[in-house]
């Protein structure tokens, strides 16, 4: 995965001091890099039956579509609060400091459909915790998790314990 690797860039003490944040635009900008990096991912899924890819404001939307093209799935957006216009449910989860809230439409995912949700980066866990309560809360059934990024010394896996957790780049 060194031909991906080398288009993550690390950002020290961006947004604040201490976090080493993973600079995905270095890959988003380059067409055959960002277009092996997908195919990569969906080549996971192959043959799975996804219905739909859940993807989670703002660059598991960047990931999370494509790999939704390519699989043949639609996509279903998370957000943060406000954002969507019909009926939403939510979650709050916890961050190294402080919640954060996440929303995502009722009638978005039929009970029993098959999902994948997708984001850029696998950190403490927690977002993507609380993206498989909302699945689950709308009856959907985890196909599995993927990220381009994983920390993994962050051990975000632990709470993500009996799902198909799949990551392209692990630091
Ligand atoms: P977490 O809930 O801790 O797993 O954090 C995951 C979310 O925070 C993802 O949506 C990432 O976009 C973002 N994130 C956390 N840590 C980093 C990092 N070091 N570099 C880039 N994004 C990060």
New binding site residues.
């Given amino acids: 995965m060194q031909d991906i690797q080398q288009f993550i860039r690390d950002i020290p003490d961006f947004p604040k001091p201490g976090?080493?944040?993973?600079d995905i635009t270095p890959l988003l900008i380059n067409g055959k890099a960002f277009h092996r990096a997908i195919d990569l991912m969906a080549e996971h899924y192959q043959g799975k039956k996804i219905d739909q890819v859940v993807c989670?404001e703002a660059?598991?939307f960047i990931l999370g579509a494509p790999l939704a093209y390519k699989l043949g799935a639609g996509i279903v957006p998370v957000r943060k609060p406000g954002k969507l216009p019909h009926e939403t449910i939510q979650t709050t989860y916890e961050l190294e400091y402080g919640t954060d809230t996440l929303e995502i439409h009722k009638d978005s995912i039929p009970a029993g459909g098959r999902v994948l949700v997708a984001?850029?980066?696998?950190?403490?866990?927690?977002?993507?915790e609380g993206v498989l309560k909302l699945v689950e809360q709308l009856r959907g059934e985890i196909v599995g998790v993927a990220f381009l990024i994983e920390?993994g010394f962050l051990k975000?896996r632990d709470k993500l314990k009996g799902q198909d957790v799949f990551s392209l780049i692990k630091y």
């Fill in positions: 976090i080493v944040f993973k989670v660059r598991g984001d850029d980066v696998l950190a403490t866990g927690g977002t993507a920390l975000g």
